[in-house]
């Protein structure tokens, strides 16, 4: 089966520009979450989509938003970027059934804000 | 507040010495608490839950909720366990994950 995949792997944006980044979780998850990884902060929770729906949210301003579609596959977005937005991105797929599920990690788009 | 801290930033011991990862954790309700690890060029993995109780590469964790812990032991450390360790606490429903800074372990030969 499949891993979940990110792409850009890599990207390199300037300040005021937007981004889009995207998640294809493993086949049959419904659940994707999304994380900022920096080395200050760590892993931090953005937010989580199920079914198309937004089903929590970490306390990230409204510049980072993201849907997901019919066939589960995520986006994330993020506009008016930052020096600080630079991070990588991981995202996170599970089936989405139940709470609390082991989640699958994809590699990450790594993000620089220049 | 959710918040899961990791105090050791770096951790190195001999191989075959025991080995104790911590991990605080502060939570008003029922946590759930995870360990993810990640090994050189490899993706973040589980690598155990406490609702399990499971020993997973011969690693265990217990859930102390008087001292609101979830430390990572392992008797016997090998150097095929050096890599990244995140203790992750998930509350609500649904998969909202607070994961620590890490704990990069280092097995010594």
């Known amino acids: 089966k499949a891993g979940v995949t990110q792409t850009p792997r890599y990207l390199i944006k300037t300040r005021g520009q937007q981004v889009t980044l995207s998640c294809s979780p493993i086949?049959?998850?419904?659940?994707v979450s999304w994380y900022q990884q920096t080395p200050g902060q760590g892993l931090q929770f953005l937010f989580e989509y199920f079914s198309e729906t937004q089903r929590n949210k970490g306390n990230f301003p409204g510049r980072f938003s993201g849907r997901q579609f019919s066939n589960s596959r995520s986006e994330m977005n993020v506009s008016t970027l930052e020096l600080g937005d630079s991070a990588l991105y991981l995202c996170a797929s599970s089936w989405g059934t139940a709470s609390k599920e082991t989640q699958y990690f994809g590699p990450g788009t790594r993000l620089l804000v220049l | 507040a959710q918040r899961v801290t990791q105090p050791e930033k770096l951790l190195s011991v001999f191989k075959g010495a025991p080995v104790e990862l911590k991990c605080n954790y502060s939570y008003s309700g029922s946590p759930e608490l995870f360990w993810y690890v990640q090994y050189s060029r490899q993706r973040l993995q589980l690598l155990l839950r406490?609702?399990s109780r499971e020993s997973i590469k011969g690693f265990t964790a217990d859930l102390n909720k008087g001292e609101t812990s979830f430390h990572l032991k392992k008797p016997f450390a090998q150097e095929e366990d050096s890599a990244m360790y995140y203790c992750?606490?998930?509350?609500?429903?649904?998969?909202?994950?607070?994961f620590g800074t890490g704990t990069s372990l280092t097995v010594i030969p």
């Open positions: 992750a606490l998930s509350v609500g429903t649904g998969n909202q994950f607070y």
């Open positions: 086949s049959g998850h419904r659940s």
């Open positions: 406490h609702i």
